[in-house]
């Protein structure tokens, strides 16, 4: 069996692909570099991360780009013996602007190198690339419409005003011909996301509808002529949580088409696990998928009927069995930072992190709240309940200077256990919390007396979540572990914490960060970091 989300902790917007055996799922990482995350498998159970592939200045530079910004909904397919990767990288968020331009990067070879990319439009996000069985390519987004009234969109929310189509010349590398609105969306609104998948010359349409948060769905339709009209399903939605609210799985919604080799039928999709009794989800927006079936109307459906997604689903491969937890020690004493780790927008790490061979060294820049250079080094928190632990020394002069673990959504979203300077207390321990409280979200401190520590030495810190609770603790010389601090909401780590679901679209990260807001660029480093999932 499948067991869901495949893909846990922070990956939305799953695009997915197969070649001969093997499948790869593309997924979405806005400000986290490198940029778009692409997992690999061959019985759709165990997935494997084999590539991030905009990892220089020349594919991607984000710097500056607001919270949530950044790597929206990428498209993965394979023709003419390559790998084609569309993605739309978003330089703004709020307002009736969206700044997203549209770009493709190619590959012979999953792993790379994948080229410099190529500009293709900015009239909207959420770009795919549909190879059609004649030889023509078609460049599809969701087109954006930043006044407030509807002309020829949707009324519910004029602006997703449909999919646009055109035609992309790949030689010339450019788009060809005029674009048409293909698509307004149903009812539901807010039309995003859409992938086209053609059987029996009927081109199908899946998109992303009603937002991502509680009400998101996948919605189909389909045509005899790529450029419609489109017929929507019986049924409008092919999966939605929107009316299952006891289902474990909820915010249903965006994914793609894909088949097996015997001609079975899967369709990934987007998902969240709120804690229980809240609406929130620290880890993120996930991925999962699940078996479908064609009907006699040459309709697809889920297998097991309905419209909310399974946790278990039959795998092709009845033999394979998810590999079991285990605890993931990181001992920086290498020359590579491990896959799981990434950073904030900057295309050059080399400013805020060095692998010296026996630690990871931050050299710490900008605040914690920064959009250019920020020195955060983190890991995805994929499982409801975890303990994170490292060892770090750091020798900080100035109140201005802070290192330490960090459990962070974004810059209004935080709890901070970090070494420090304080006048009274020189080198200390102190907890700055950022708890998402929009408009006035000002930093905190819930420890109310800092905790001296030894002038120099190595400190070990940890972070142990359950649910929605957070403790912080420290040990000296591997001695007894100490409790720091009041227990704090870890639930403001999430998608939904401050200012809610359509506002926060990543997901809680557990990891490193320093600061040194004095200028001096202090080195941290940090030798080990070890991650322990626990049962849930």
């Given at each position: 069996?499948?067991?869901?989300?495949?893909?846990?902790?922070?990956?939305?917007?799953?695009?997915?692909?197969?070649?001969?055996?093997?499948?790869?799922?593309?997924?979405?990482?806005?400000?986290?570099?490198?940029?778009?995350?692409?997992?690999?498998?061959?019985?759709?159970?165990?997935?494997?991360?084999?590539?991030?592939?905009?990892?220089?200045?020349?594919?991607?530079?984000?710097?500056?780009?607001?919270?949530?910004?950044?790597?929206?909904?990428?498209?993965?397919?394979?023709?003419?013996?390559?790998?084609?990767?569309?993605?739309?990288?978003?330089?703004?968020?709020?307002?009736?602007?969206?700044?997203?331009?549209?770009?493709?990067?190619?590959?012979?070879?999953?792993?790379?190198?994948?080229?410099d990319p190529v500009?293709?439009?900015?009239?909207?996000?959420?770009?795919?690339?549909?190879?059609?069985?004649?030889?023509?390519?078609?460049?599809l987004n969701m087109?954006?419409?930043?006044?407030?009234?509807?002309?020829?969109?949707?009324?519910?929310?004029?602006?997703?005003?449909?999919?646009?189509?055109?035609?992309?010349?790949?030689?010339?590398?450019?788009?060809?011909?005029?674009?048409?609105?293909?698509?307004?969306?149903?009812?539901?609104?807010?039309?995003?996301?859409?992938?086209?998948?053609?059987?029996?010359?009927?081109?199908?349409?899946?998109?992303?509808?009603?937002?991502?948060?509680?009400?998101?769905?996948?919605?189909?339709?389909?045509?005899?002529?790529?450029?419609?009209?489109?017929?929507?399903?019986?049924?409008?939605?092919?999966?939605?949580?929107?009316?299952?609210?006891?289902?474990?799985?909820?915010?249903?919604?965006?994914?793609?088409?894909?088949?097996?080799?015997?001609?079975?039928?899967?369709?990934?999709?987007?998902?969240?696990?709120?804690?229980?009794?809240?609406?929130?989800?620290?880890?993120?927006?996930?991925?999962?998928?699940?078996?479908?079936?064609?009907?006699?109307?040459?309709?697809?459906?889920?297998?097991?009927?309905?419209?909310?997604?399974?946790?278990?689903?039959?795998?092709?491969?009845?033999?394979?069995?998810?590999?079991?937890?285990?605890?993931?020690?990181?001992?920086?004493?290498?020359?590579?930072?491990?896959?799981?780790?990434?950073?904030?927008?900057?295309?050059?790490?080399?400013?805020?992190?060095?692998?010296?061979?026996?630690?990871?060294?931050?050299?710490?820049?900008?605040?914690?709240?920064?959009?250019?250079?920020?020195?955060?080094?983190?890991?995805?928190?994929?499982?409801?309940?975890?303990?994170?632990?490292?060892?770090?020394?750091f020798a900080p002069?100035?109140?201005?200077?802070?290192?330490?673990?960090?459990?962070?959504?974004?810059?209004?979203?935080?709890?901070?256990?970090?070494?420090?300077?304080?006048?009274?207390?020189?080198?200390?321990?102190?907890?700055?919390?950022?708890?998402?409280?929009?408009?006035?979200?000002?930093?905190?401190?819930?420890?109310?007396?800092?905790?001296?520590?030894?002038?120099?030495?190595?400190?070990?810190?940890?972070?142990?979540?359950?649910?929605?609770?957070?403790?912080?603790?420290?040990?000296?010389?591997?001695?007894?572990?100490?409790?720091?601090?009041?227990?704090?909401?870890?639930?403001?780590?999430?998608?939904?914490?401050?200012?809610?679901?359509?506002?926060?679209?990543?997901?809680?990260?557990?990891?490193?960060?320093?600061?040194?807001?004095?200028?001096?660029?202090?080195?941290?480093?940090?030798?080990?970091?070890?991650?322990?999932?626990?049962?849930?």
């Open positions: 069996m499948i067991l869901n989300p495949i893909l846990p902790g922070f990956n939305p917007d799953p695009s997915i692909c197969r070649v001969g055996p093997d499948y790869y799922i593309a997924t979405s990482t806005f400000e986290w570099y490198p940029g778009v995350q692409i997992h690999h498998s061959r019985d759709l159970v165990n997935w494997r991360l084999v590539t991030r592939p905009l990892d220089r200045a020349s594919q991607l530079d984000m710097r500056g780009n607001p919270d949530s910004c950044g790597i929206w909904a990428p498209c993965i397919s394979y023709a003419d013996g390559l790998f084609w990767l569309v993605y739309t990288d978003v330089k703004r968020l709020d307002g009736n602007f969206k700044d997203a331009h549209n770009y493709i990067v190619t590959a012979s070879d999953i792993s790379g190198p994948w080229s500009y293709v439009n900015s009239s909207g996000f959420d770009p795919s690339l549909f190879h059609d069985d004649d030889g023509r390519k078609w460049f087109v954006w419409n930043h006044r407030t009234e509807s002309i020829g969109g949707s009324p519910k929310h004029p602006a997703f005003a449909g999919i646009l189509m055109q035609e992309y010349d790949a030689a010339a590398g450019k788009l060809v011909g005029e674009a048409q609105n293909i698509f307004a969306g149903s009812p539901h609104g807010l039309v995003e996301g859409s992938h086209l998948f053609k059987r029996d010359g009927w081109y199908y349409l899946t998109v992303a509808e009603g937002g991502t948060g509680y009400d998101h769905a996948v919605t189909m339709a389909r045509s005899r002529d790529i450029s419609g009209p489109y017929e929507l399903h019986p049924d409008t939605f092919l999966m939605t949580s929107k009316d299952a609210p006891e289902a474990v799985l909820q915010r249903a919604g965006h994914g793609q088409i894909v088949e097996t080799p015997e001609g079975d039928v899967y369709h990934t999709h987007l998902c969240s696990r709120p804690l229980p009794g809240l609406r929130r989800s620290p880890l993120g927006r996930e991925t999962g998928i699940q078996k479908c079936v064609w009907g006699d109307d040459g309709w697809l459906r889920l297998a097991q009927g309905g419209l909310a997604p399974d946790l278990e689903v039959p795998s092709p491969d009845p033999q394979a069995r998810r590999e079991p937890l285990t605890a993931i020690r990181r001992s920086f004493d290498g020359n590579t930072l491990p896959e799981e780790f990434q950073w904030l927008r900057t295309p050059h790490p080399e400013r805020i992190f060095e692998m010296t061979g026996q630690a990871l060294r931050l050299h710490a820049r900008e605040s914690i709240g920064s959009w250019f250079e920020q020195s955060l080094v983190a890991r995805r928190q994929e499982h409801l309940r975890f303990r994170a632990e490292t060892a770090l020394s002069r100035t109140f201005q200077q802070a290192a330490g673990l960090v459990h962070y959504y974004n810059r209004h979203k935080f709890h901070f256990l970090s070494i420090t300077w304080h006048e009274e207390a020189g080198r200390c321990l102190t907890i700055l919390s950022c708890p998402g409280d929009w408009p006035d979200n000002r930093l905190q401190f819930p420890l109310e007396t800092p905790v001296s520590l030894p002038e120099d030495g190595e400190v070990e810190l940890a972070a142990a979540v359950d649910g929605a609770e957070l403790v912080f603790s420290y040990r000296l010389d591997g001695g007894d572990w100490q409790r720091v601090g009041p227990v704090l909401d870890a639930s403001v780590i999430s998608d939904e914490g401050g200012r809610g679901e359509h506002a926060s679209f990543t997901g809680a990260f557990i990891g490193m960060v320093a600061f040194d807001t004095s200028g001096s660029a202090i080195p941290a480093d940090f030798r080990e970091f070890v991650y322990s999932p626990g049962l849930a």
